[in-house]
């Protein structure tokens, strides 16, 4: 894209770090960098940067210099020569971080600009990115093989080779690069690819991982590149500054001459007098490209006389100057790699100038080109700004001010100085004052005094050469910044990224890019290869982006600007390898091929520096983009590198093998000597590249390779390398160091010297290192060398510091490195510093006399270790080295001793060399004949040395004693211990020794044993043969022993002896059967060893002793056979057991079978009389336990069978089983099952155990036998207790309790005609009809005529009916009962009906005594005495009526004789005015509308569901219309069996504003459609509203009826509004939703109508289907619950009273005023507290109106969990003093506890069930 011309730029132009794309542009089109549009031929000059593309997430870096800083950050940020610190990574951070490089174009004319810049931006918005990169969407592992490509790499270069470890090779990395490096190290570089299935994890957080990158200018890198531009930008300038402002680059037919070219040839041919001479000016013409043009030699020697030679006579003068010449600094100092100060002596002031940077060189204020002329509009912007910057040139007392505001209007970079960087007006006069010359020295003639726009120093106009007579125009640069002109560059900062933001980046400028400059092929890429890649829908290989790289790089026209996130420390940042501090649960941070272990393995040396090294010792990581590179450089201290690629695009390397490393320099220096002039320490700032085809023509070997994902890349030492980025990856890199680095490592220690470059660590500290911490002689050997040259070199300077006549001193410790560190040269000189008194800083000796000024003698030599210690040191380690060699030698002298050396000598030397902890190649060999010759003398020792014979075997019974005559023997020992090695073998060792070529004196011994064994063996065969066996028989046999004795010394198997031996064995075999063969104490074993012998010594088989033993054999056999098989029978009798035990005595038979029959038939003796004691105990004894006779019974019948201990464990059993039962009712977990009673059933077990269980001991039984007992006594003690025909006759008062006590009947009804004492209304009979209805005279209450028959006068008048005169049914009071309810024992209250039954009355009566109670305190006030409460009155007296028992706290008090008083006390008074009732609202529902149904009912479903034709009805008492009671929820039967009779329906419900009993009930308005919103009937009754108030529930989650209003009515005032509503089909009827529980206090309380299903009952545990006993043993019969026992189930859960008994009866609402109504619900009648009840709303509750009766609920729930009501806790108090039917009991009343489970074997009680919702 065509850019429009910049407009003019001011000397305080920004910064380019931060700038807009637009200003970066402008910059680089006019920098030094772009060359003069003349000398390119008028090419548009394009510039492309990355930054350019906007990318959300990347920042702008914030410059250091314009950050506020503290004095001390400032002066760390100077960098002097005085200063002492370790070198940075590679130096890389000054280079790269240094001067940045500003340029503006101040003479040239924009109107024609000829710069192109490539704007990506465009005006597009920010690249959105996400905050984590998906890994998905890089390359994270490479091609393992590559096909072959036809074409070769650019350049020609060959492939650095690959290497493919297998597994097993991998385990080791030091192993592994040293068996590769004598191949690879040759090349510079190689690459590792891992084995298959080898991974290491990337665990960098890419969410908050942030990086700083650098900017990189291609064309600015190339060495060759910026040395032109460099020559070009001092030659402009100094011809500028000599006056000559418009000079231009001369044209030759039409070419413009190469300047720099032309200037390098000339001096390659001895520079310009010697090409004059040889008169070579043509030939220059053809080397630069022109021929055959007339006078071509004259113009180009006009051209160089005229441009190029008046600079070099500059340059010449420059170089011999003083200031030039006598500057430490220009070349050598390290600190300024990148900006020389020239003015080494006026640095103070420069410093003090701009504090936070060093001064700019002249490159960073202008950058003009070569060729263009100054015009009108550039004079005018030199006028001003040298009317801006006269003050630098005038005299101070001119314009002091302007000076100041002047020379701080700007820092070195020509930005504007932050706030703590400016210099205060005063400081600056005061700089100003001490401004000197640089020539003279003077401080006078301050009106003469020219400051330099480079280095601000001073000089008088008139002490220049040549003077100058006025202040020149514009920028003026004395000759020393003139000379240097250049040699700041550097990189720039970019932004800061994140690793999303800078992959957009990276794929929308490959996009952009590849779009622009797409490649050309001549044949389209396969698209299957890896090394093919789209990007967009651009087709690019891989050798397609090197071509392209080094074509941008070498490109004079074209300037692309990347960024490279180069050096980020692993330290701030963390590795992406998993380390042991960081995830020490991954295998990966232990892997050796970690790049965080790597510099710390056995065999690496890096890990004897003391401190960790950022980017050596600490990896570094790097993140690439496309075309990013790094420079020509080699590693520090040319130690090894290794690169690991995590994942990304291919990242190409170029290497040069260390041998090469001079050829490189020379080529590169040659190609470029301006810069190495300028800086001789380029190499070292990774800056510079190189073009590899230029290198190869140059000598130099070049390797190249493509390292892709998953890839290693090693470096070698001293190697130069280099490379580019394909597009956005991810590496990190650290160094290691092998042994054989350590002479690489002293060769770079010495540059660093010569350079004056900081080293990074000390290598003599490191060898001293080595030495303290390895002693091994591996270590030693490699070590020798290099510590014998640092021990030579450091006596040498000692010795040249002692002819100095400086004194010494030793310390025995080590100080921190700055002060080891010379100031000089840099470099450590941890061994000896030389100190002086006045000065903290040190040098080498070689540098003593650069320390300070005083005399050399009076300075101090600091030594870390004394002459002999470096001595004894060294001597150490080279006699550890010499180990190997010296045994080496003794082996030798072994072998040439003899040539059969000794055994033990041999010995001794290999024992010599396995200590010595290194490879000895002759010790394998040594160790082999050792092991063989142990195993020669091992073999031999078989017959020298005679093997120990176990011992002889027992003597058996019937062996004779060692008194008896025995026939010697040869050899009794066992045949295991007899020789096995023959004559034949003997002679096979003899003979082996002699070519096994060693000595010992066991070769003697075996041979005087053959020479033995050759006699003994003649005899033996000369008495085979000899005849009188027959004829002397006695003297033959004692010759034949005696040789046996003679025999047994020779340890060699003679057949000859065994023959004899056979012989003398058989006479004493028969001698020793003539007197055992009889003998009955002879046992089986001996028989069978006699036979054995005899065998052996062949006696016959028809032999008369052969005969005998045999028989006798057969008959034990027989025996052992039955005794075996009895024995391992699971079970054995005491019959067979008896029956073997009585065997013959004849009979051999086997101890150890015998003894274990024997045992075991003592066992099961013991077992069978101790089971006949327990059957028929005596009584006088100790009963056994169950566990312990079930204990005795497993062990018994384990082995044995046994009737009587069968019979007792089947007794036992029964007693087991009646023990677990008892257990279980006592814990209340027993669940009876059966239709008998359960006390029943107990006593039939009672009964049971005391007839047949007497022989145990039952505890539990016992226990239960005591709670029976009382239970008795506790059903006597019950009021309604039938003493004659043991029943408790409860049933009916509980069901005239329960239908009395109701909390929801508290209030009267408000139908006028309830007034008899029964619970019917007194309706007016039919017309026609007689009513039997009486009045009372008193009261006006009208009676049935049957009620008021009952007592014949009116129960609310007459007191009678209540003090007793009148007998009823049920005559005793009610505080007796609490009592009996708390005394009854557990048994009782676990599984009685009738304490089940007596704790509901006591509840619900105890309620009903506390309201009344509390009405009769509000009522006794005679101001509350009202008639209208009368019909409370009468309500609570026909509850009372009723129930017919005195109901009161106490006996002193009558609730019904106070309300008979209280009655005729109201009704005496005078009727009170009847005020006009209020018409209610009226609703018309869908059933109202309806017709009835086939079945006569009106009901909710509003007959729209046929199956509930025939289903069961209820009728509502108010509206008598019949409902379906599954469709209103009815139960059918009430609680405890009784049939409900009062029902009042739903729609009547809400019409008179109760809440309805059985469900929730929600009204629907057809107008909303919304399904959570209802209709708010309660608030339209109480507020009589005239519209529909509506109201938001959630989704139905219990029992739920809904109707539909179809019209409303309201009444105000007399008139009455109706509000039509269309009706709808029908109502719905909403069951209950399948919700999962929600939360709230009624989550617990929602009901179901479908009962719990009851747990199945577990497999039987007993078979009790055995006979009776036929053993005459006393067996019980089998128990009363033999057929019952699967009842009994194990249920952890509910403990007593736990479970909620079974009603079918939803609860009635709550009973507000019990005093455990904080508790959980136990009985049906229990409702949960109204705010627990998840269908009733607060308004839902029924009220008392115009009564003020102190509500229950207002009772708060702390009290009444903690007390009890006032009724029970009068009841139940010690003042009582009144008798009750039984003495209570001691145990304290704690309110009622958990329900027990109902038992169903009542007939008067009905099985009902409360059922709660399962939570789901």
Not at 1773 to 1787: I, K, M
Request: proline share 9%.
């Amino acid at each position: 894209m065509q850019a429009d011309s910049p407009p003019p730029s001011s000397r305080g132009t920004p910064s380019r770090r931060g700038r807009s794309a637009r200003m970066a542009m402008l910059a680089a089109s006019h920098s030094t960098d772009a060359l003069p549009s003349e000398f390119s031929n008028k090419q548009l000059n394009s510039f492309t940067s990355c930054l350019s593309i906007p990318v959300e997430g990347a920042l702008p870096i914030k410059p250091q210099d314009d950050a506020p800083s503290s004095p001390q950050s400032r002066m760390s940020q100077q960098a002097t020569p005085g200063s002492f610190k370790r070198a940075p990574r590679k130096s890389k951070t000054n280079a790269l971080a240094a001067l940045q490089s500003h340029a503006s174009q101040l003479s040239n004319d924009e109107g024609n600009s000829q710069d192109v810049t490539d704007d990506f931006f465009n005006g597009h918005s920010p690249i959105p990115v996400s905050p984590r990169l998906d890994l998905s969407s890089v390359k994270t592992s490479g091609p393992r093989y590559l096909p072959d490509h036809t074409s070769s790499r650019p350049f020609g270069l060959p492939d650095c080779p690959a290497f493919y470890p297998t597994s097993e090779e991998f385990k080791d990395p030091m192993t592994y690069i040293r068996s590769i490096s004598e191949k690879a190290a040759s090349f510079g570089i190689c690459k590792i690819v891992p084995p298959v299935g080898w991974k290491m994890p990337f665990v960098t957080n890419t969410e908050t991982f942030r990086f700083k990158t650098r900017l990189q200018r291609l064309n600015s890198i190339e060495a060759t590149s910026r040395a032109k531009v460099n020559f070009l930008e001092q030659l402009y300038r100094f011809h500028k500054q000599q006056g000559n402002p418009r000079v231009s680059v001369p044209t030759i037919n039409h070419k413009s001459l190469d300047l720099w070219l032309l200037r390098k040839e000339v001096q390659s041919l001895g520079g310009y007098e010697a090409v004059t001479k040889n008169k070579k000016w043509g030939d220059l013409g053809a080397i630069l490209g022109y021929r055959g043009i007339p006078g071509l030699s004259t113009q180009i020697k006009n051209s160089y006389t005229r441009i190029i030679l008046p600079y070099e006579h500059f340059c010449e003068r420059v170089r011999k100057s003083p200031a030039l010449s006598s500057s430490p600094t220009i070349k050598t100092d390290p600190h300024l790699k990148t900006h020389t100060n020239i003015q080494s002596s006026n640095s103070r002031q420069s410093s003090l100038r701009y504090p936070s940077s060093p001064p700019s060189s002249p490159l960073t204020s202008s950058s003009s080109s070569l060729s263009e002329p100054d015009d009108g509009d550039s004079k005018e912007r030199i006028r001003t700004r040298s009317e801006t910057n006269s003050v630098k040139r005038s005299t101070r007392t001119a314009a002091q001010g302007q000076f100041a505001s002047t020379v701080m209007s700007r820092d070195g970079f020509g930005r504007m100085p932050s706030a703590a960087g400016a210099a205060q007006p005063d400081e600056v006069q005061k700089l100003t004052q001490e401004q000197s010359c640089e020539i003279c020295q003077k401080k006078n003639y301050e009106d003469q005094m020219l400051l330099c726009d480079g280095c601000d120093c001073g000089f008088h106009m008139f002490c220049l050469d040549p003077p100058l007579a006025s202040i020149p125009r514009g920028e003026w640069f004395c000759d020393a910044c003139l000379f240097v002109t250049g040699g700041d560059f550097g990189f720039d900062e970019g932004e800061e990224h994140s690793l999303t933001s800078f992959q957009a980046r990276d794929l929308e400028f490959r996009r952009r890019w590849w779009a622009t400059h797409p490649p050309t092929h001549k044949s389209p890429p396969d698209l299957n290869d890896p090394t093919v890649i789209c990007v967009g829908n651009t087709v690019v290989t891989e050798h397609d982006i090197e071509r392209e790289f080094w074509r941008l790089v070498q490109s004079p026209n074209e300037t692309v600007e990347i960024e490279y996130g180069a050096d980020v420390h692993s330290t701030t940042h963390g590795s992406a390898m998993p380390t042991l501090e960081t995830h020490p649960l991954e295998p990966a941070s232990r892997d050796p091929w970690n790049l965080n272990n790597m510099p710390i393995l056995s065999e690496s040396l890096l890990r004897y520096i003391k401190s960790d090294i950022s980017g050596m010792t600490v990896p570094w990581t790097y993140v690439g983009m496309i075309f990013s590179t790094f420079c020509w450089h080699n590693e520090d201290h040319y130690t090894y590198s290794i690169n690991f690629q995590h994942w990304g695009e291919t990242k190409t390397w170029y290497g040069i093998p260390g041998a090469d490393a001079d050829k490189f320099e020379a080529a590169i220096k040659s190609e470029a000597p301006d810069l190495f002039e300028a800086q001789p320490d380029l190499l070292f700032q990774l800056v510079t590249l190189m073009n590899p085809k230029r290198l190869s023509e140059a000598g130099v070997r070049v390797y190249a390779c493509n390292q892709r994902a998953g890839e290693f890349v090693i470096t070698f030492p001293k190697a130069y390398h280099a490379g580019f980025n394909h597009g956005l990856n991810f590496n990190e890199a650290v160094n290691f160091a092998l042994p054989d680095w350590l002479p690489y490592g002293r060769d770079c220690v010495q540059r660093y010297r010569e350079h004056r470059k900081l080293p990074v660590f000390s290598h003599d500290e490191l060898l001293v290192t080595i030495t303290q911490q390895s002693q091994s002689i591996k270590t030693a050997q490699w070590l020798e060398a290099s510590l014998q040259e640092m021990t030579e070199r450091e006596l040498g300077s000692r010795r040249a510091a002692r002819a100095m006549g400086i004194t010494e001193r030793v310390e025995d410790e080590d100080r921190p490195e700055d002060q080891y560190q010379c100031s000089y040269c840099k470099v450590f000189c941890y061994l000896s510093q030389v100190i002086c008194h006045c000065k903290s800083e040190v040098v080498c000796v070689e540098h003593a006399k650069h320390l300070c000024s005083h005399p050399i003698n009076q300075h101090v030599l600091r030594l870390r270790f004394s002459d002999v210690d470096l001595q004894e040191n060294l001597a150490k380690v080279s006699e550890r080295a010499t180990i190997p060699a010296a045994w080496k030698a003794k082996f030798q002298r072994v072998l040439s001793d003899s040539s059969v050396p000794q055994l033990r000598s041999l010995r001794a030397l290999l024992a010599e060399g396995e200590r010595i902890n290194y490879p000895l190649p002759e010790l394998a060999s040594l160790r082999k004949c050792v092991n063989r010759a142990s195993e020669w003398l091992d073999a031999s020792n078989t017959f020298i040395i005679r093997k120990q014979s176990r011992k002889r075997s027992r003597r058996s019974r019937g062996r004779p004693s060692l008194n008896e005559s025995t026939p010697l023997s040869f050899d009794d020992r066992d045949p295991g211990d007899r020789p096995d090695r023959t004559l034949d073998d003997l002679y096979a060792l003899l003979r082996e020794v002699e070519t096994l070529g060693f000595d010992t004196h066991e070769i003697g011994a075996l041979r005087t044993l053959a020479e033995q064994a050759e006699v003994i063996k003649n005899k033996a065969s000369a008495l085979l043969k000899d005849d009188r066996a027959a004829t002397d028989r006695d003297t033959f046999f004692n010759e034949c022993e005696r040789l046996l004795m003679e025999a047994s010394s020779v340890n060699a198997n003679l057949e000859e002896i065994h023959e004899v031996e056979k012989i003398v064995t058989r006479e004493s075999l028969i001698k020793e059967l003539e007197e055992k063969v009889d003998d009955t104490t002879t046992t089986l074993e001996d028989i069978r060893n006699l036979l054995s012998r005899a065998r052996a010594c062949n006696l016959p088989e028809d032999n008369t002793y052969m005969k005998m033993l045999l028989a006798r054999q057969h008959a034990g056999d027989d025996w052992e056979d039955r005794a075996r098989h009895v024995l391992d029978q699971p079970f054995k009798t005491i019959e067979e057991l008896d029956e073997l035990s009585s065997t013959d005595s004849n009979i051999p038979v086997d101890v150890s079978i015998y003894d274990r029959l024997m045992s075991a038939r003592t066992r099961a003796k013991e077992f069978e009389k101790q089971a006949k004691i327990w059957l028929l105990p005596d009584n006088q004894g100790s009963k056994p336990k169950v566990a312990e006779v079930m204990r005795f019974v497993a062990r018994a019948e384990k082995d044995f069978s046994i009737p009587a201990v069968k019979d007792l464990g089947q007794t036992a059993e029964f007693a087991l089983d009646l023990e677990s039962r008892c257990e279980a009712i006592l814990r209340n977990r027993y669940q009876h099952r059966d239709e008998v009673d359960i006390f029943e059933m107990m006593t039939k077990w009672r009964s049971y155990a005391r007839e047949h269980l007497a022989v145990f001991s039952l505890p539990t039984f016992e226990k239960l036998d005591t709670q029976l007992t009382l239970h008795q006594k506790w059903l006597e003690d019950l009021p309604w207790y039938c003493q004659q025909h043991g029943a408790k006759h409860g049933q009916d008062i509980l069901n005239d309790v329960v239908d009395s006590t109701r909390p929801e009947d508290d209030l009267p009804p408000n139908d006028e005609y309830f007034t008899c004492i029964c619970s019917a209304p007194v309706r007016p009979p039919p017309p026609g009809t007689q009513s039997d209805a009486v009045q009372c005279d008193h009261c006006f209450a009208r009676f049935h005529g049957e009620c008021a028959a009952n007592g014949g006068s009116c129960p609310f008048c007459d007191h009678r009916h209540w003090n007793g005169a009148i007998n009823k049914g049920r005559n005793w009071h009610f505080c007796f009962l609490p009592q009996i309810l708390l005394s009854a024992p557990e048994v009782t209250k676990n599984y009685c009906d009738a304490w089940k039954q007596l704790e509901i009355i006591v509840h619900r009566v105890d309620r009903l005594s506390s309201v009344i109670g509390h009405f009769l305190t509000f009522a006794s006030q005679p101001g509350n005495q009202r008639a209208e409460y009368i019909p409370q009155v009468r309500h609570y007296m026909r509850k009372l009526y009723k129930i017919q028992f005195a109901v009161s706290p106490s006996r002193e008090v009558s609730f019904g004789l106070d309300l008979a008083g209280l009655h005729r006390i109201l009704a005496g008074q005078p009727a009170p005015v009847r005020v006009r009732k209020r018409r209610r609202a009226k609703f018309v529902f869908g059933q109202d509308i309806d017709k009835d149904w086939l079945d006569g009912t009106r009901c909710i479903c509003r007959g729209r569901t046929p199956f509930l034709l025939n289903f069961p009805t209820v009728e509502c008492e108010m509206c008598n219309r019949r409902y379906h009671t599954g469709c209103v929820f009815y139960p059918i039967d009430g609680p405890m069996g009784q049939q409900l009779h009062r029902f009042l329906c739903p729609l009547c419900c809400i019409r008179k504003n109760r809440p309805y009993e059985y469900s929730e009930v929600r009204v629907k308005h057809f107008d909303n459609s919304d399904e959570d919103t209802y209709v708010n009937t309660t608030l339209m009754l109480e507020t009589s509203s005239k519209d529909i108030i509506y109201k938001t529930l959630p989704r139905p989650y219990t029992q739920t009826l809904i109707v539909e209003l179809i019209r409303y009515t309201s009444y105000t005032s007399g008139s009455s509004e109706v509000v039509n509503c269309p009706p709808p089909p029908h109502s719905v009827l909403t069951p209950p939703l399948a919700r999962p529980p929600e939360s709230g206090p009624s989550a617990s309380h929602r009901l179901s109508h479908t009962p719990l299903p009851l747990p199945t009952p577990p497999t039987p545990v007993y078979e009790l289907a055995r006979q009776p006993s036929t053993n005459g043993h006393h067996v019980p019969p089998p128990p009363p619950w033999s057929t019952q026992w699967h009842n009994i189930t194990s249920n952890p859960t509910p403990t007593r009273r736990s479970e909620v008994p079974e009603y079918s009866l939803p609860p009635p609402p709550p009973l507000s005023l019990s005093p455990h109504s904080g508790k959980k619900r136990k009985f049906a009648d229990e409702s949960p507290p109204p705010e627990a009840r998840g269908s009733r709303s607060p308004k839902q509750t029924r009220r008392l109106p115009q009564t003020p009766i102190l509500p229950p609920a207002s009772v708060p729930a702390r009290a009444m969990q903690q007390t009890l009501s006032p009724s029970l806790a009068m009841i139940v108090s010690p003042v009582d003093t009144e008798p009750s039917p039984r003495p209570a009991s001691s145990v304290p009343y704690s309110g009622p506890a958990s329900s027990s489970q109902r038992p169903s074997n009542t007939p008067p009680v009905k099985p009902i069930k409360l059922v709660m919702p399962k939570n789901k």
